[in-house]
């Protein structure tokens, strides 16, 4: 059996189509203006050594290997090089810092280390001695409080108690 649709169900359908063909209608606009922003040419990159000196009221012109003294390049080549030289020694000295960095904190973290391990056993060490005192003073308390019941025991004149308290010398 078929129901029909009821009123509340049927203006959604234009609706719907309404905001798809808007939906498309955008998309189709958005991609076109992305397209042809990436087929236009790109702007060369500008030489920023030329538009810092413009922005100061200065020309500069980059004049071709060819045209340049001889005398000075091999000056400028030999100025390059140089730096690049102590770029080269400020690194290699940067990574043997750093190696040095790494075995003098591996040496303190052994360190560290080792000290924590002998700290732990000095603490359970302590507290095997605490026991063991405790152990002791709490026999000692015993044997005296056995002591003191024997002395009572004889003062009272129970000779059994008394003879069973005495220790015999070693």
Do not use: F
């Not at 030999?78 to 960095?101: G, K, M, P, T, W």
């Amino acid at each position: 059996m078929t129901r029909p649709l009821s009123s509340q169900t049927r203006p959604i359908r234009p609706l719907a189509a309404l905001m798809l063909t808007t939906t498309l209608a955008v998309s189709l606009t958005v991609g076109s203006a992305y397209a042809q922003s990436q087929t236009r040419p790109q702007p060369a990159p500008k030489d920023p050594v030329a538009e810092m000196l413009l922005s100061k009221g200065e020309r500069y012109h980059r004049a071709p290997d060819s045209a340049q003294d001889p005398d000075e390049l091999r000056q400028t080549q030999a100025l390059n090089a140089e730096i690049v030289a102590q770029n080269d020694l400020a690194e290699n000295e940067d990574r043997a810092n750093q190696s040095a960095q790494a075995e003098a904190q591996r040496r303190w973290q052994a360190e560290v280390d080792q000290i924590e391990a002998q700290a732990r056993a000095d603490r359970e060490r302590h507290e095997a001695d605490l026991r063991a005192a405790d152990e002791a003073q709490a026999r000692y308390e015993r044997d005296m409080a056995d002591w003191r019941a024997t002395a009572a025991a004889c003062e009272r004149g129970d000779t059994a108690r008394c003879n069973a308290g005495r220790k015999t010398p070693n």
